[in-house]
Structures are given as structure tokens and as C-alpha cells.
């Protein structure tokens, strides 16, 4: 599977930013697509992840509310849509999909679980 982001940039606190992530190689639709950012110096952490059909949401804490994730089968395609964006959401970010049948949503949540990686866009907000 191969992943490609974009998206990212420089946008001031309280800003919007779209990233989309195309995917190829494998029938997109038997993949689980997560979104997980690492900010300077600190590890990678989980953002959002979005089931096969996209009915299956979970989004991390700091996140929920503002973020919203979605999916077109069609299109091949994974968005992340960021509203009201903070300075500590600074990051680059990876989007990433996992072919694991998942029975719990903790699982969803783990880099491990995800086997293949996009390069990562960078988000920076400035204050």
C-alpha cells in the first residue's frame, strides 16, 4: 500500500486546514485508515481513525470536537478536517492504514496495528 499526504502548512491559531491522503495498491476499502501526528520531540500519538465502510469513528481526546475524519471508497481517498486549531496541534502528520480486522477499539488507536505509513505533512499553528 502505498500513501501519499497533503495538506499541510502554516495557518494561525483558530484556523482551518484539510489534509487528504490518497491510497494505492490495495483495495481501499479492506483497509482501517487512522491519522496520527508527532510533534518536536515527543512521540507519535494517535488522532483519528475511520473504519472500512466509515461508519467507525474514534478520535483522541485532545482532538475530538475540532477534527473530523472521513473516507471515499471511491476515490480512494482519507480526509482530516481541522477546525479551530491550536498551537499544541503543531505536528507533522501521518496518515496510515492498518489491514487488522480489529475487536476492540483500543487496537485502533496503536501505531503498531498499522502497517503501512504516508510520508507526513507538516501542520504548523502559529499563536
Known amino acids: 500500500v502505498q500513501l501519499q499526504a497533503s495538506g499541510g502548512g502554516l495557518v494561525q491559531a483558530g484556523g482551518s486546514l484539510r489534509l487528504s491522503c490518497a491510497a494505492s495498491?490495495?483495495?481501499?476499502?479492506?483497509?482501517?485508515m487512522g491519522w496520527f501526528r508527532q510533534a518536536p520531540g515527543k512521540e507519535r500519538e494517535f488522532v483519528a481513525t475511520?473504519?472500512?465502510?466509515?461508519?467507525?469513528?474514534y478520535y483522541a481526546d485532545s482532538v475530538k470536537g475540532r477534527f473530523t475524519i472521513s473516507r471515499d471508497n471511491a476515490k480512494n481517498i482519507v480526509n482530516l478536517q481541522m477546525n479551530s486549531l491550536k498551537p499544541d496541534d503543531t505536528a507533522v502528520y501521518y496518515c496510515?492504514?492498518?489491514?487488522?480486522?480489529?475487536?476492540?477499539?483500543?487496537?485502533?488507536?496503536?501505531?503498531?496495528?498499522?502497517?503501512?505509513w504516508g510520508q507526513g505533512t507538516l501542520v504548523t499553528v502559529s499563536s
Open positions: 496510515a492504514a492498518s489491514d487488522v480486522f480489529f475487536s476492540s477499539s483500543v487496537g485502533r488507536t496503536l501505531a503498531r496495528n498499522y502497517a503501512y
Open positions: 495498491g490495495r483495495t481501499f476499502s479492506n483497509l482501517v
Open positions: 475511520i473504519g472500512r465502510s466509515g461508519k467507525t469513528l
